[in-house]
Nanobody, 125 residues
Framework: QVQLVESGGGLVQPGGSLRLSCAAS????????IGWFRQAPGKGREGVSC???????YYADSVKGRFTISRDNAKNMVYLQMNGLKPEDTAVYYC???????????????????WGQGTQVTVSS
């Protein structure tokens, strides 16, 4: 069965960095895109970044230039390097995968079928 496990969250000061990891198992990892999403208290789930099966990358405008997504198909891992963190980046971060309804990438949570449990990122002084 498909399993996604996030790690790497924590408390960081504004301007700091974190690297989130997503460990995937139970499906042919290299054949599917992976997305990162986040959800802040009282808000909806927001698409942050996506990496396609051919490693094309996509970012929400709010994180462009600060976050970098990458994947290691040999290890079934996806990473989200987050630099220049701001208080508004505080949220639970999730990785997700699925067939994306036939698209090669998406930042729409409704296009994803499988989700991890999330990891908390808090940006505060």
């Amino acid at each position: 069965q498909v399993q996604l496990v996030e790690s790497g969250g924590g408390l960081v000061q504004p301007g700091g960095s974190l690297r989130l990891s997503c460990a995937a198992s139970g499906y042919p990892f290299q054949n599917y895109a992976i997305g990162w999403f986040r959800q802040a208290p009282g808000k909806g789930r927001e698409g942050v970044s996506c990496i396609s099966r051919v490693r094309a990358t996509y970012y929400a405008d709010s994180v462009k230039g600060r976050f970098t997504i990458s994947r290691d198909n040999a290890k079934n891992m996806v990473y989200l390097q987050m630099n220049g963190l701001k208080p508004e980046d505080t949220a639970v971060y999730y990785c997700a995968t699925g067939d994306l309804r036939g698209s090669t990438w998406s930042l729409n949570s409704g296009d994803y079928d499988y989700w991890g449990q999330g990891t908390q990122v808090t940006v505060s002084s």
